[in-house]
């Protein structure tokens, strides 16, 4: 038997996919300027700890895999991203550092007989890292900063996408399996945009250069 939607169930579709992934509306200019300030802020943070770059300062990398979800309260999606951060060591309690995502695996929720399919198709950031050394090994850390990210949803041969910005914060563990390697485990939030919030939980390994 073939499936048809009819012209309510297609207008539900549309309207999930929009409300998942939409370009956002600049209705409160105001907010949008917070934004603009955190984001130089940011960037120029992460300038001078690079011009302030001496011997007692590291650099340092990571790689993850990370669990994210996207919701509004009644739908709930889960997609995979492999994480990649690269970042400086400014002090004993502070770092900064600059993020990059691509999606691995798309999340999907069914809607009419149809099953609709979301993932990110990239995300990228600027983070200060406030950090507590609480044994030789272990760290306690947190994160803030700015994430931009792309998702993308389909649906019955349908798709679209849209680029976001918004407030990104966390916290975490890492512990040093050697004085080169490490191993972590965070939990992020990438913001609230039209009511769908993004987390995520991430397991992933570090290195000191």
Same mark, same amino acid.
């Given at each position: ?65 990370? #669990?994210? $979800? ?9 997609? +995979?991203? @492999?994480?990649?951060? =690269? *970042? &400086?060591? !400014? ?60 998702? #993308?949803? $389909? ?9 976001? +910005?918004? @407030?990104?914060?966390? =916290? *975490? &563990?890492? !512990? ?34």
């Amino acid at each position: 038997m073939v499936s048809y939607l009819t012209t309510s169930a297609f207008d539900n579709t549309i309207s999930v996919g929009m409300m998942l992934c939409r370009k956002p509306i600049n209705r409160y200019p105001e907010i949008q300027m917070k934004k603009s300030l955190l984001i130089a802020a940011s960037l120029l943070a992460m300038s001078a700890a690079a011009q302030a770059f001496t011997g007692a300062s590291q650099a340092y990398g990571e790689l993850a895999y990370t #669990s994210a $979800s996207y919701s509004d309260g009644e739908i709930k999606v889960r997609p +995979g991203v @492999v994480r990649g951060i =690269a *970042g &400086l060591e !400014y002090s004993p309690g502070l770092a900064f550092e600059a993020m990059f995502g691509a999606g691995v695996r798309d999340g999907s929720f069914g809607i009419a007989g149809y099953t609709a399919k979301v993932g990110v198709d990239y995300a990228y950031g600027v983070y200060v890292k406030p950090k507590l050394q609480i044994t030789p090994e272990l760290e306690l850390f947190g994160r803030v900063g700015y994430v931009r990210t792309k998702m #993308s949803v $389909s649906v019955a041969g349908m798709s679209m996408s849209t680029t976001d +910005g918004d @407030v990104s914060y966390g =916290a *975490g &563990l890492k !512990y040093a399996l050697t004085p080169q390697w490490s191993a972590s485990a965070d939990y992020m939030s990438y913001g609230k945009n039209d009511g769908a919030k993004g987390t995520g939980f991430s397991l992933g390994l570090g290195y000191k250069f």
